[in-house]
């Protein structure tokens, strides 16, 4: 089975969390010069982020507020249309579920297939939301980048979707694995160039992004 039949197959409106743009941009609003004046948070390379269609944030995984950090960054208007991934464990009350609807987080849970997951990630490109994915899996133990998970290249292929390798750099040491409370540190977020999906080359194109990150993170 195809990436496409997998696409064809799912329920759009089952798939794509609404959101509340309203929502977002006001929680953002707030966040952002808290973030600038705790950490601080600086920001490099917005420019690199389309402004038209929707995009895939390819980042590395440093902390617990990665997504916080690169949607602060990439501003309201972009924000408000991105959706997020979350473990459906953290959010079990009922508040907690409609804030997650209300800002476009989709909840995954355990033990849930990664080809379903995976075809439910395409929707939402396909509707036209920006998604924000950590190539690695999980949260770096040591600062590194690891090795990238290949499927989201598959998938930004599959749905014709640019990739914006986003580099992520300080939220290791502001919120290490192991810590209960971030740290005062300073954190940057780096928009590169975006890569182009080619058919046939989704391999490639996922060596591309993570080799642009790791030369990125070379270079601080």
């Known amino acids: ?106 909840l995954i849970a355990p033990g849930a297939r990664l ?8 929707l939402i490109l396909q509707s036209g939301c920006h998604l924000i994915i950590f190539p690695e899996g999980t949260r770096t133990p040591n600062g590194e980048i690891h090795e990238f998970k290949k499927t989201f290249a598959l998938l930004a ?12 750099t300080g939220a290791y040491e502001a919120f290490p694995v192991g810590t209960k409370k971030p740290l005062r540190s300073p954190v940057a977020v780096r928009f590169l160039p975006p890569v182009r999906p080619e058919t046939g080359q989704a391999r490639e194109l996922a060596g591309q992004v993570e080799s642009a990150l790791r030369s990125a993170l070379s270079e601080n």
């Open 157 to 168: 292929e599959a749905t014709e979707t640019p990739i914006v390798p986003v580099l992520i």
């Open 1 to 106: 089975m195809n990436w496409q039949t997998l696409l064809n197959r799912q329920n759009n409106d089952e798939a794509v969390p609404r959101g509340k743009p309203w929502l977002i941009r006001f929680l953002l609003g707030m966040l952002r010069p808290l973030l600038r004046w705790y950490f601080p948070l600086a920001v490099h390379g917005r420019e690199n982020i389309p402004d038209d269609g929707n995009v895939m944030f390819a980042s590395n995984h440093q902390s617990y507020l990665d997504p916080v950090f690169i949607s602060c960054a990439m501003g309201p208007t972009h924000a408000s249309n991105t959706c997020y991934l979350a473990k459906d464990k953290h959010f079990q009350s009922r508040f907690r579920r409609w804030f997650a609807r209300s800002t476009r987080v989709m």
């Open 115 to 122: 080809r379903e997951m995976m075809a439910k990630l395409g």
